[in-house]
T-cell receptor
């Protein structure tokens, strides 16, 4: 099973770019990388996902290394509302061909005024 | 389009009581799942379903039962509540687990077992 490793916490100054790393060295060729965040005690919120190429949407950018063993989520101009726990997830297939999705402990991002 | 709806939002039970946490989605999603989240920990998968009539166990299934009689609903049952089941429970759904679609989460049920 592919697993992810993230730093437990990070700080970022308001208005600056927040770069959140994730290692997934055992990722398989057809597994996507997903990022979610959880603000306070709300339900997790989807941010972005990708397979090989870098991706960008209105919330963030996702940079995946060429060997796909790591990725970085970039919040270009962090605001106080971006303070949250960020989860990096890799889809994990099981023997039945279906995919369980499991979450780790994530990175707690604190945006500082 | 309400997304994923969980009820109740809060519940207090006594040890040994039973209850059902409700989860409904109106997006015609194939995949639904239940997670629990304990303080300081990530989400742990309890049970999941890839379609009506099909369920399977996740990481922490003991003490919980599920069923999926319709595409829309995926209730989680606690047959005999224990203090160790005090947690926040999240339900999630996605269009298809075989594709690359992301999951949509409900707002959670905060459950306390006394």
């Amino acid at each position: 099973d592919a697993k992810t490793t993230q730093p437990p916490s990070m700080d970022c100054a308001e208005g600056r770019a927040a770069n959140l790393p994730c290692n997934h060295s055992t990722i398989s060729g057809n597994e996507y990388v997903y990022w979610y965040r959880q603000i306070h005690s709300q339900g997790p919120q989807y941010i972005i996902h990708g397979l090989k190429n870098n991706e960008t949407n209105e919330m963030a950018s996702l940079i995946i290394t060429e060997d796909r063993k790591s990725s970085t989520l970039i919040l270009p101009h962090a605001t106080l509302r971006d303070t949250a726990v960020y989860y990096c997830i890799v889809r994990v297939p099981n023997s039945g061909g279906y995919q369980k999705v499991t979450f780790g402990t994530g990175t707690k991002l604190q945006v500082i005024p | 389009n309400a997304g994923v709806t969980q009820t109740p939002k809060f519940q207090v039970l006594k040890t040994g009581q039973s209850m059902t946490l409700q989860c409904a989605q109106d997006m015609n999603h194939e995949y639904m799942s239940w997670y629990r989240q304990d303080p300081g920990m990530g989400l742990r998968l309890i049970h999941y379903s890839v379609g009506a009539g099909i369920t399977d166990q996740g990481e922490v299934p003991n003490g919980y039962n599920v069923s999926r009689s319709t595409t829309e609903d995926f209730p989680l049952r606690l047959l005999s509540a224990a203090p160790s089941q005090t947690s926040v429970y999240f339900c999630a759904s996605s269009y298809s687990v075989r594709g690359n679609q992301p999951q949509h989460f409900g707002d959670g049920t905060r459950l306390s077992i006394l």
